[in-house]
């Protein structure tokens, strides 16, 4: 059963913009913590984004702020990581996750081991 299915990756060049979404057939995630986290091939998976399970509230690492957006519809039961100013160092295989279960209204976790739900990932490739 596919839980989460990442979309939106592709070939750009140091600049442009992507939008990658992520849709979760069959479940819905409404109470849950969403994230996005990325991972080179010389690089342990990575914290990008995170937005809580109301949409409320959003974090992000030091390394995208600025740049990347997060965001959720629940009426779609998706969500969304908007990547604005790409570089080359973006460049990795993003994977979008759900956490292990609700935890606050302001639960945003950081940390890979609080998600329980993932996808397969989809490759964003960055040119200088």
């Known amino acids: 059963h596919v839980q989460l299915v990442e979309s939106g990756g592709g070939f750009v060049q140091a600049g442009d913009s992507l939008i990658l979404s992520c849709p979760a057939p069959g479940r819905t995630f409404s109470s849950h913590a969403m994230g996005w986290f990325r991972q080179s091939p010389r690089k342990e998976r990575e914290f990008v984004a995170v937005i809580n399970w109301s949409g409320a509230s959003t974090d992000y690492a030091d390394s995208v702020k600025g740049r990347f957006t997060i965001s959720r519809d629940h009426a779609k039961n998706e969500v969304y990581l908007r990547m604005d100013s790409l570089r080359p160092e973006d460049t990795a295989v993003y994977y979008c996750?759900?956490?292990?279960?609700?935890?606050?209204?302001?639960?945003?976790?950081?940390?890979?081991?609080?998600?329980?739900?993932w996808g397969q990932g989809t490759q964003v490739t960055v040119s200088s």
């Open positions: 996750a759900a956490s292990v279960r609700y935890d606050g209204n302001y639960y945003r976790p950081r940390e890979p081991d609080e998600y329980a739900y």
